[in-house]
C-alpha cells in the first residue's frame, strides 16, 4: 500500500517566523511531488511541485526533495495569517494516480 | 483566469439513487480526475481520464461508478447507487499534456450528501 504521511499537526507559528511542513512516501518509484494548500470547506490548491532532489523557491514558499530519504518538505517564510490552512502534500508515481497525505494543519497567529 | 467548473455545488440524495456530478474541465486540457474527500478524511483519488478511456482507478472506484465525456466540454461521474458512506465532497480536476501534465487543477468541490 503506498503511504504518504504527513504530521497532522495543528503547527502553530507566529506572524513573521517560518513554518515548516514535512512529509515521507513510501513508493521509492514517485516521481512528483506537490504542495496543496487547502482552506476549510474549499478545494486544493496547488502551490508548489517538485520534480528533483534539492530546493525550489517560489516567492516565499521553498519545496524541498531528498527522494534518498523519501522525504519532501516545505517552508513558509514570513508567514501571515492568511497562510493559516491545510497543508497536503501529494505525491505521483509513474502512472495517473496522485495520493494525498492527511495534511498538517497551520495556525498563524497574528 | 482558466478554470475548473463543478455543478451542482451541493447534491442531496436519498440512498439507492443515481446522481450524476458534472464538471467543466479547463478547456486546453486533455487529462480528467475525480477525488473525493470525506469529511475530515484525506484527498482520494478515485479515476484518471484520458483520449475517452479511464486511464487509471482506484479500489474505491467499483461497479457502481462510472465516468463519461459526454461532449467536448462536460465530464461526468455518475454513482449508480448511492449509499451513506457516499457522502463526500467530490472534486474535478483537469490538467494538460506533455511536461505540465503532472499540474492538476481543482474544481470547487460537490458536496453530496446521501440521506
Known amino acids: 500500500q503506498k503511504e504518504v504521511e504527513q504530521n497532522s499537526g495543528p503547527l502553530s507559528v507566529p506572524e513573521g517566523a517560518i513554518a515548516s511542513l514535512n512529509c515521507t512516501y513510501s513508493d521509492r518509484g514517485s516521481q512528483s511531488f506537490f504542495w496543496y494548500r487547502q482552506y476549510s470547506g474549499k478545494s486544493p490548491e496547488l502551490i508548489m511541485f517538485?520534480?528533483?532532489?534539492g530546493d525550489k523557491e517560489d516567492g516565499r514558499f521553498t519545496a524541498q526533495l531528498n527522494k534518498a530519504s523519501q522525504y519532501v518538505s516545505l517552508l513558509i517564510r514570513d508567514s501571515q495569517p492568511s497562510d493559516s490552512a491545510t497543508y497536503l502534500c501529494a505525491v505521483k508515481t509513474g502512472g495517473f494516480k496522485t495520493i494525498f497525505g492527511a495534511g498538517t494543519r497551520l495556525f498563524v497567529k497574528a | 483566469e482558466p478554470e475548473v467548473t463543478q455543478t451542482p455545488s451541493h447534491q442531496v440524495t436519498q440512498m439507492g439513487q443515481e446522481v450524476i456530478l458534472r464538471c467543466v474541465p479547463i478547456s486546453n486540457h486533455l487529462y480528467f480526475y475525480w477525488y473525493r474527500q470525506i469529511l475530515g478524511q484525506k484527498v482520494e483519488f478515485l479515476v484518471s481520464f484520458y483520449n475517452n478511456e479511464i486511464s487509471e482507478k482506484s479500489e474505491i472506484f467499483d461497479d457502481q461508478f462510472s465516468v463519461e465525456r459526454p461532449d467536448g466540454s462536460n465530464f461526468t461521474l455518475k454513482i449508480r447507487s448511492t449509499k451513506l458512506e457516499d457522502s463526500a465532497m467530490y472534486f474535478c480536476a483537469s490538467s494538460e499534456v506533455g511536461i505540465s501534465k503532472n499540474i492538476q487543477y481543482f474544481g470547487a468541490g460537490t458536496r453530496l450528501s446521501v440521506l
Open positions: 517538485i520534480y528533483s532532489n
